[in-house]
């Protein structure tokens, strides 16, 4: 099993930036494929980017495509998700997942979720 933990969540104005970390412990990182969630009140937990292994794929919803990078370091056993030019839709509680398969999109295909992180963007 693995242990998640986000942090780096906050409030910040339209057009700044975050950057979210979540930091995994229990079994080799690398073996595990990581994603980034988010979820507002009454709605669904949408994926926002994932990643693979190896780092070298990814994904992003259209929605932050250009504005927010994805990244692990596997010697740190941490992922990361850079948010630039944030816009007040971006607020949301924001989860790490990981799944110990390869690359995915789908929420269902993640097993290990964090408790989430609070990110708010004001106008």
């Known amino acids: 099993q693995v242990q998640l933990v986000e942090s780096g969540g906050g409030l910040v104005q339209a057009g700044g930036s975050l950057r979210l970390s979540c930091a995994a412990s229990?079994?080799?990182?690398?073996?595990?494929?990581m994603a980034w969630f988010r979820q507002t009140p009454g709605k669904e937990r949408d994926i926002v980017a994932s990643?693979?292994?190896?780092?070298?794929?990814?994904y992003y919803t259209d929605s932050v495509k250009g504005r927010f990078t994805i990244s692990r370091d596997n010697a740190k056993n941490t992922m990361y998700l850079q948010m630039n030019s944030l816009k007040p839709e971006d607020t949301a509680v924001y989860y790490c997942?990981?799944?110990?398969?390869?690359?995915?999109?789908?929420?269902?295909?993640?097993?290990?979720w964090g408790q989430g992180t609070q990110v708010t963007v004001s106008t």
């Open positions: 229990g079994r080799t990182f690398s073996t595990y494929a």
């Open positions: 990643l693979n292994r190896g780092g070298g794929v990814t």
């Open positions: 997942a990981a799944r110990d398969s390869d690359f995915a999109v789908a929420r269902t295909s993640y097993n290990y």
